[in-house]
């Protein structure tokens, strides 16, 4: 009963940090026998509670020790707590099947699933949010899975009063996990730098040598600035000097993630360059067709998705990678359309051609807008696509640009080994160099001028599953990457796969160590100058066609 | 962008060609139907980039109209819509606004979206007199006598957001984010020039542009973080527009910046650019508008209930935009009843000071420096691609054409009733500059 109270009262504090200060007399002021409502009372304040008192409902509701406490604010935080519209029972759901499964919020008992339209969400808002996640780190301090543990540890680390202070120094006398006690002892160390003991401020700095964490350097930031005379406000030489000693250190390595983070962007903004470009390098390069409608055929690819996964709503994954194959097929069914429809009765009129393709982009476009509507359509990105790999503090990547980074070095091998092994990249090389000769030598030209448009159109389709996990999936989604896709294209080197690959790395590299220094804006037009320039003096691009048949 | 620029050079010309043969058709229907009309013209984009946002404003005008016809009409006539399509290029809307005042003699226009697209139609409307009612949030620094802003200035939605993380959520640094346009830039300076008389140091501002449809956004959201990251609650004003915005809050997710964290605050998010997005990694972000469609009051429900019947699917959203046309149609109709014609003289006379209810429970009016009185609501995002009402304004705001904070503009003041009857006036040399925008 009395830890209970202590604990109350922690809870409390932690939601409102400004009366830490009265932390005390708030302790003694409590009285035994001072009515604390019981479990279903609580629960039922919360879910009755108007906008304005939530907060206040959740504080009380947090206190409570129940076995069914941790379950209720766990899922109040997801946002998966709601009120049956009928009988107005407390329910817990999950998404199910396009409904949701239902469990009791007082027994955790199981119940028959609804749909959704069935229910009302309890809504929250940033405020409790937070004030959630701390009552639900102070309940899992004690979880044995360390890493709920460690996570627990860092929020109630982030701001804690003396009270707490206590508690994450019992928890890291029985810590034995490694992350966890040095989370642990950088809060200490933190805490400590403020203490009148010189010799704790000391050792605290001793401990901070070995931190990465933004509150770490924030911290020695402050402590080794200047004020307006232009002296140190730290007296004591020593711990200023240790606290250079250990800022610089910090700041050294935060340097070499910065970098490592910037060729990271660079690398995954190249990745959808290059998957962006690579189809039109075949059509383009290989075949010398300008296809203006190239960003449409992404389009049809993205929007496959879409429907994939409005046919397969539970398992969003899944319908992810079968919008792959499926992409590819539709994709290059429409580029052989436009090939065999088009483009093979405006070959060797390159600017005839941009017009018919231009035109195609827009009857795309539009057949779009008249089937989906303007409007973008929403794809959801699996769970497995969220969030980052923590590489450490200052290091994260994020895993969708790290997946399709994955892909289209893929998708790049894939085409250089269909070209190269198969016998249709036989044929298609041998119309690129001469068409005549091949022509002569019994291979079906056109066939393979329509599998080859239909090839490149595929893999734009591909590369549109792809952009439709970073991007919208709307009419204008082609629009956005035309231009760029042409860029890497010239800048590579026409017909040469790899320079589009080591063209699109390096231009989304320049973008990236450009951007900070110059604006998103500016990056951009430096980049185009570059390439510019570039062309000048090199009119074939990085990787120029060699032999006779780049003069035919 | 070259490549980007001879594209738009030709998209204008098949456009072109395709509109004149739209004309045609137009030109044909207008003449069969005779004196016993009154025309509104509709002016928003069917096709291209802008159509994602005005087509609905297209359908919610034919709706607002068709529910005046039934009523019995205006004047004892029935409206007609003429509905043209200037597919989202800018000197078009100017070309289809001549076309709307000229050729079917509209006695009013509603439409266009995007500050751009009004400043082309605004000498056109002045030169031959028309009227055009603005449904859209903009940068302020305007006013026309041709033009009721029925959209927020930015002392009705900007300044009251930042007064909001101020306040309430105690934001000390502050990051400007815009796409590179006109409203952007304009709000910035606004919004840079009021935190500054706050007190808030510039080394605590970040302001950052991003060219339109932006869609890499890694190395912005690494440096906001890392901006956010000194220890001081720092909280994002957005004024990034329409189809930037997905890739951004992607990214924000998955760097794992949350709202609790790092608030963003958007002035261009509403519930039909939700109703596109995984809405997941957007829960709690916040937006400032004047209307949510979640607002409970029986006005409001009685206008989703009107816009479901008439598209025909319960799942379509209403926003702030639709509320705009709404309240701006129905100060229409009621000058015109006051006046007794649609003359525009006499509309523009007679629409200063009337006042109509708007959804979220209090009553619009039209102010003489045709902007009008509204709201400020700030919602936080939920999963349902919903607001959640966080703050509102105790009265309503009187939209400010010319914004207090700059400089250049304190002393100016519209104010298009007698004796001053002017949309530029300087309160200090007492001169009508005569440039309203």
Redo the contacts between chains.
């Keep these: 009963m009395k830890l209970h109270r202590l604990l109350a009262n922690i809870v409390k504090l932690l939601i409102f940090p400004a009366l830490a200060l009265s932390a005390a007399a708030q302790a003694q002021a409590v009285e035994p026998g001072v009515t604390v409502p019981s479990f279903s009372e609580a629960l039922t304040a919360l879910k009755d509670s108007p906008?304005s008192q939530r907060g206040r409902a959740i504080e009380r509701f947090a206190q409570i020790r129940h076995p069914q406490t941790l379950t209720v604010l766990q899922a109040l935080l997801k946002?998966n707590l709601f009120v049956l519209k009928n009988d107005g029972r407390l329910v817990i759901g999950e998404t199910e099947n396009g409904g949701y499964r239902l469990w009791q919020a007082d027994t955790g008992d199981s119940l028959a699933a609804v749909e959704s339209s069935r229910l009302d969400?309890i809504?929250?808002?940033?405020r409790m949010?937070?004030q959630l996640?701390m009552s639900i780190a102070l309940l899992q301090l004690k979880a044995t899975d360390p890493e709920i543990r460690l996570n627990a540890v860092r929020d109630l680390g982030k701001n804690p009063d003396d009270e707490t202070l206590s508690l994450l120094k019992d928890q890291s006398l029985r810590e034995n996990d490694a992350a966890i006690q040095q989370a642990l002892q950088l809060t200490f160390a933190l805490q400590d730098l403020d203490s009148s003991d010189r010799a704790l401020r000391l050792a605290a700095l001793e401990a901070l040598n070995r931190q990465t964490s933004?509150?770490a350097?924030?911290r020695l930031r402050?402590l080794t600035r200047k004020d307006a005379n232009g002296g140190y406000p730290e007296q004591d030489a020593q711990v200023l000097k240790l606290a250079k000693s250990a800022l610089v250190k910090i700041e050294a390595r935060l340097q070499f993630y910065a970098a490592a983070?910037?060729v990271f962007?660079g690398l995954?903004?190249g990745a959808?360059l290059v998957l962006a470009a690579i189809g039109l390098s075949i059509t383009f390069g290989v075949m010398g067709v300008i296809n203006?409608a190239h960003g449409e055929l992404m389009m049809l690819g993205a929007y496959t998705t879409y429907v994939m996964q409005q046919i397969l709503p539970n398992y969003l994954g899944l319908a992810l990678l079968l919008s792959i194959p499926l992409a590819f097929i539709i994709s290059g069914l429409t580029g052989i359309v436009i090939e065999r429809g088009i483009i093979r009765f405006l070959y060797g009129r390159p600017l005839e051609t941009l017009?018919a393709t231009?035109?195609v982009s827009?009857f795309l476009q539009?057949t779009v807008?008249s089937i989906f509507?303007?409007?973008?359509?929403?794809?959801?990105?699996p769970d497995w696509m969220?969030?980052?790999w923590?590489v450490n503090e200052y290091l994260?990547l994020?895993?969708?640009?790290l997946y399709i980074f994955i892909f289209c070095l893929l998708v790049f091998t894939l085409l250089l080994q269909i070209l190269r092994r198969t016998r249709l990249g036989l044929e298609v090389r041998a119309v690129a160099q001469n068409r005549n000769m091949a022509k002569a030598m019994g291979i079906p030209v056109a066939r393979v001028d329509a599998m080859t448009f239909g090839l490149g159109s595929g893999v734009a389709g591909v590369a549109g599953v792809a952009l439709s996990q970073?991007?919208?999936?709307?009419?204008?989604l082609g629009?956005?990457y035309?231009?760029d896709s042409?860029m890497v294209v010239v800048f590579g080197g026409v017909g040469n796969l790899w320079g589009t690959l080591v063209a699109g790395f390096i231009l989304g590299i320049a973008?990236?160590v450009l951007?900070?220094f110059a604006?998103?804006?500016l990056a951009?037009?430096l980049v185009?100058v570059f390439i510019i320039l570039f062309i000048q003096k090199r009119p074939r691009g990085l990787f120029p066609q060699k032999g006779r048949a780049a003069e035919a | 962008?070259?490549?980007?620029l001879r594209?738009t050079g030709?998209?204008s010309a098949?456009w072109a060609l395709l509109l004149i043969t739209a004309l045609g058709i137009v030109g044909m229907r207008s003449a069969r139907s005779a004196e016993d009309t009154i025309k509104v013209g509709v002016l928003h984009s069917?096709?291209g980039?802008m159509?994602?946002s005005e087509?609905t404003l297209k359908d919610t005008m034919l709706m607002l109209i068709d529910a005046q016809n039934k009523k019995g009409g205006l004047l004892g006539k029935k409206l007609e819509a003429v509905v043209v399509d200037p597919a989202s290029n800018w000197p078009l809307f100017a070309e289809k606004a001549r076309e709307l005042l000229t050729k079917d003699k509209v006695a009013a226009i509603f439409g266009c979206w995007t500050s751009v697209s009004r400043k082309s139609v605004l000498p056109v409307i002045e030169e031959l007199n028309g009227l055009l009612f603005y449904p859209v949030q903009y940068e302020g620094e305007e006013s026309s006598k041709n033009v009721f802003y029925t959209g927020a200035a930015p002392n009705q939605q900007a300044i009251p957001a930042v007064d909001y993380l101020m306040n309430d959520?105690k934001a000390e640094r502050w990051v400007l984010a815009g796409t590179?346009y006109v409203y952007p830039r304009t709000t910035n300076k606004i919004l840079e020039a009021y935190l500054k008389a706050k007190g808030v140091d510039a080394k605590n501002i970040l302001i950052?542009?991003?060219?339109f449809?932006?869609?890499?956004w890694?190395?912005?959201v690494?440096?906001i973080k890392k901006f956010g990251?000194?220890?001081k609650k720092t909280a994002v004003v957005s004024t990034i527009n329409g189809?930037a915005n997905?890739?951004f809050y992607?990214?924000l997710?998955?760097?794992?910046l949350s709202?609790?964290d790092i608030?963003v605050i958007a002035f261009s998010v509403g519930e039909?650019?939700l109703?596109?997005?995984?809405?997941?990694?957007l829960?709690?972000h916040l937006a400032a508008w004047n209307y949510f469609m979640s607002v409970d009051t029986t006005k409001n429900a009685a206008f989703i209930k009107q816009w479901h019947d008439y598209i025909k699917n319960p799942k379509r959203v209403t926003n702030d935009p639709m509320e705009a046309h709404y309240i701006g149609f129905n100060m229409w109709v009621k000058a015109v009843e006051k006046a007794g014609t649609t003359d525009p003289e006499a509309v523009q006379k007679a629409i200063i000071g009337i006042k109509t209810p708007n959804l979220s429970g209090g009553v619009a009016q039209m102010l003489p420096n045709h902007h009008i009185s509204k709201p400020v609501l700030i919602g936080?995002i939920?999963?349902?691609g919903q607001f959640?009402t966080?703050w509102q304004t105790n009265t309503l705001v009187k939209g400010d054409a010319w914004s207090d904070f700059l400089p250049e503009s304190k002393p100016i003041i519209a104010d298009w009733t007698a004796p001053i009857s002017c949309g530029n006036y300087n309160t200090e040399t007492k001169k009508c500059s005569g440039q309203n925008y």
Excluded: C
Excluded at chain 1, 373 to 381: F, K
Excluded at chain 1, 470 to 476: D, E, F, Q, R, S
Excluded at chain 2, 253 to 256: A, C, K, T
């Design positions: 906008l946002g969400r809504n929250l808002t940033n949010r937070s996640r933004p509150e350097l924030n402050a983070e910037t962007f995954s903004l959808v203006m017009l231009f035109g827009l539009q807008r509507s303007p409007l973008n359509r929403s794809v959801t990105a969220s969030g980052s923590q994260s994020t895993w969708n640009r970073i991007t919208n999936v709307g009419p204008n629009q956005a035309i231009v042409f973008n990236k951007e900070p604006g998103a804006v951009k037009i185009l | 962008m070259t490549h980007f594209k030709v998209s098949m069917l096709s980039t159509a994602i087509t959520i590179d950052n542009y991003t060219p449809g932006h869609a890499d890694q190395s912005i690494a440096e990251a000194s220890g189809d997905i890739p992607k990214e997710g998955n760097q794992g709202a609790e608030p039909e650019e109703s596109g997005m995984d809405t997941k990694p829960v709690g936080e939920q999963e349902d959640l966080v």
